[in-house]
């Protein structure tokens, strides 16, 4: 993710103004405590979580839809929160056009608030590009393009949020541990079209989607994942659906990342010298001189 950077002079006034509302609350709250009321006995409940037919029914549809698709092409704009330097998120977002052609080949171009990247897998190899630095990655790869998304973020952290709209079993995906799933209503305004609401998840994430109710594609989904603390929301909007459309070979492939300075694959996290150890519990590190 982008990391936003803050002037300090911005940063300090903004600070200034959260502390004075901060403040300013406080000497409100006793007011506010003496005001408030106890919950009476009649407030709702939390609901036990449930799996409802119709909600199962309506994400079968769309897997089946998505499943006997030979190729595929749609646009998945992702919009997902960051957190600020002063504690509200930031939203960033990212535009990925995608094509596939099953069972081994996938090409995802994406543009972003960030560099751009390209990624290419035609069945024997898989490439991840980066245009801006002209620097790109090859290796061999599985011949499926569920094994491949998983080489792909074994060995680099790549991930695609549409990852369940591409394998070759999308409901096996949705299904796996799942704890609770419910029909919300329709829409008239997501996608262009009506669609079907619903939510579903597991002890990991809460789902919320909108399906075509006629054509059963996603048109948006919405994601918030429980370990998360401060309640991030993942949202993508799906559009240009074309399937079984003819593919011209040559889809899945790049010249220019061909030709580009080749890099490995690798995982950006973070790694300590061989030679380095972390420093004892409870010491600090020596100052560098």
């Given at each position: 993710m982008i990391q936003p950077l803050v002037r300090g002079w911005t940063l300090l006034l903004a600070l200034s103004v959260f502390l004075a509302a901060a403040s300013a609350g406080a000497q409100e709250a006793p007011h506010?405590?003496?005001?408030?009321?106890a919950p009476s006995k009649g407030a709702a409940r939390m609901?036990?979580?449930v799996v409802e037919p119709k909600a199962t029914d309506i994400l079968k549809a769309a897997s089946s839809r998505l499943a006997a698709a030979h190729t595929m092409k749609f646009t998945a704009v992702v919009f997902y929160e960051n957190p600020?330097?002063?504690?509200?998120?930031?939203?960033?977002?990212?535009?990925?056009?995608?094509?596939?052609?099953r069972p081994d080949k996938l090409r995802v171009i994406t543009s972003a608030d960030g560099p751009p990247s390209e990624f290419?897998?035609?069945g024997k190899m898989m490439m991840a590009f980066a245009p801006t630095e002209n620097l790109v990655a090859v290796a061999d790869a599985p011949p499926t393009i569920d094994a491949a998304l998983k080489a792909a973020y074994d060995s680099a952290a790549i991930y695609f949020p549409f990852?369940?709209?591409?394998?070759?079993?999308p409901y096996k995906d949705i299904s796996d541990d799942l704890k609770f799933a419910f029909y919300i209503g329709q829409s008239r305004v997501v996608g262009g079209t009506t669609?079907?609401?619903?939510a579903y998840g597991n002890g990991s994430v809460f789902v919320q989607a909108w399906i075509g109710a006629d054509d059963?594609?996603?048109?948006?989904?919405?994601?918030?994942?429980?370990?998360?603390?401060?309640?991030?929301?993942?949202?993508?909007?799906?559009?240009d659906w074309l399937l079984d459309l003819a593919v011209p070979a040559d889809t899945f492939g790049s010249t220019n990342a061909a030709s580009a300075t080749k890099i490995q694959f690798a995982?950006?996290?973070p790694k300590l010298p061989p030679s380095s150890k972390p420093p004892a519990k409870g010491k600090k590190a020596a100052k560098s001189q």
């Open positions: 506010a405590a003496k005001r408030s009321k609901l036990e979580p600020s330097l002063i504690g509200p998120p930031l939203v960033y977002t990212t535009k990925s056009e995608v094509i596939l052609e290419y897998y035609d990852s369940d709209l591409v394998v070759a079993d669609t079907d609401m619903v059963k594609l996603p048109r948006m989904v919405r994601a918030i994942y429980r370990d998360d603390s401060a309640r991030l929301r993942h949202q993508m909007e799906i559009s995982r950006p996290d």
